[in-house]
């Protein structure tokens, strides 16, 4: 990998879409690598990279042994992105409440309307479709 090449790191937690995920950044002209989630924040610091994206996972973060990642991570000043299981890991971490979700299991298609003008969602449609299958709320 060029250190002069942008790079986005993908943590696999098990999602059957990490591969996905990687191919999908890599269609928008950026370097993406699937990475374990047992990678230290001193690994990532020299990887170096523009950012960080925690894929979702089979696991709950509500059960014991549950996977996480170093949280010296924040520290690095790198943008994160957490999808499914590594938003909640994210919320569970920085002391947001994750449980069961009170609309129970949601799977299926969901519409998502966006806040803000972050350039993350430039190029997409203000209210756009997502698939999601989710027994845990944040």
Do not use: W
Not at 55 to 64: A, W
Not at 103 to 121: A, H, M, W
């Amino acid at each position: 990998m060029s250190t002069d090449t942008p790079t986005v790191l993908v943590f696999d937690f098990g999602a059957q879409y990490a591969q996905l995920i990687a191919r999908r950044i890599r269609e928008a002209n950026v370097y993406s690598e699937i990475v374990s989630h047992k990678l230290t924040a001193q690994e990532i610091q020299e990887i170096r990279p523009a950012g960080i994206i925690l894929s979702g996972g089979p696991k709950s973060v509500r059960v014991d042994g549950a996977p996480i990642i170093d949280p010296n991570i924040y520290d690095l000043g790198i943008p994160i992105l957490g999808i499914c299981y590594g938003h909640q890991m994210l919320g569970d971490i920085l002391g947001a409440p994750v449980g069961l979700n009170p609309r129970g299991r949601e799977i299926g298609v969901s519409p998502v309307t966006q806040i803000g003008d972050d350039p993350l969602f430039q190029g997409l449609a203000e209210t756009f479709s997502v698939i999601q299958t989710h027994v845990d709320a944040v």
